[in-house]
């Protein structure tokens, strides 16, 4: 065995350049040529041919205890709820209705019945609120809590939006606030005071929500890792650059008061922190005001640019290099 070959089987999948390096390792070699795949690996959701007007999306996310959540804080009701937040958040991204979700699960043997009851009591509630069913799944014994679901859902052919869709000159936008989840997350961390729901109990965007941005958009993604992340994502797909003003991006009042009490940056806690579940979504300018007069929380934060020009942050009129956000192996 050469030396070259010894390393790269010692190397560990935090070396290769993180999660996005090691899903191109794992697909690179694979051939799709299922006509009926339109999109596979590479955005929020495969997407599959159904009939002339709809096709499918398909995802999957999964939830390891005290990675993407710890009962000390979680009450076993808000551990349900985020699994089917976290995965709406990506079918409505595409422009979709979430319609049927199966679950699988790695259970300890300690696990009592009680939290298995509240457990499924948060997930059902979730799913009513976005009017899916979860329809099957398995369970399996482990030694940790671990939490899988993938769910199905639906979307116009016509509406589908996609990361790959952006044009240059279109503005960027984020619904709502950001940086709600990770303030909540510093001041359960620091025991700091505040709300931390945005955390403990994020909810992501309705399809009636995305279905009317996505009459007028381009691209859209969701924020599960960060503004700058989410960028970064459209900007490689589409082949374009961005430029996002620090200043204009709509800060969490949670977000405000974590940074404030630790002496952090809330606009660090947007850009990089995660899981607010937002939409990002890009927009000629001529379609703004149309878009405002059917719904209007939304924020314009930047534009994109040419891909010669790279993504750039710029913060009191100084431009600087938009670092990407959270990465599951970094």
Known sequence: MTAKKREEEDARVGDIGGEFALIKR?????????????????????????????????????????????????????????????????????GGAPRHGIISMSLPAQTTLSFFDRLYEGIYASARRHGLSIIGGDTTRGDNLVLNLTLIGEVKRTLLRTRAMAREGDLICVTGTLGKSMGGLRMLMSGTGGDRSGHLEPRARTWEEAHVIAAHAHAMIDVSDGLASEVAHICEQSDTGAVIYRGMIPLAPAAVTAA???HESAYDYALYGGEDFELVFT???REVDALRAEFDDFTIVGRVTARSEGTALVIDGTREPLREGFDHFL
């Not at 939830?63 to 995965?87: A, C, I």
Request: glycine share 6%.
């Open 283 to 285: 927009i000629p300018e």
């Open 26 to 94: 794992l697909t690179e070699s694979q051939q799709i040529t299922d006509p009926d795949v339109i999109i596979g690996v590479g955005d929020d959701c495969a997407v599959i041919y159904k009939d002339d007007d709809t096709y499918l999306l398909v995802t999957a996310d999964m939830m390891v205890e005290d990675d993407h959540f710890s009962r000390v804080w979680y009450t076993p009701e808000q551990v349900g709820g985020k699994l089917v937040e976290s995965n709406v958040s990506d079918i409505v991204s595409m």
């Open 260 to 262: 404030e009490a630790l």
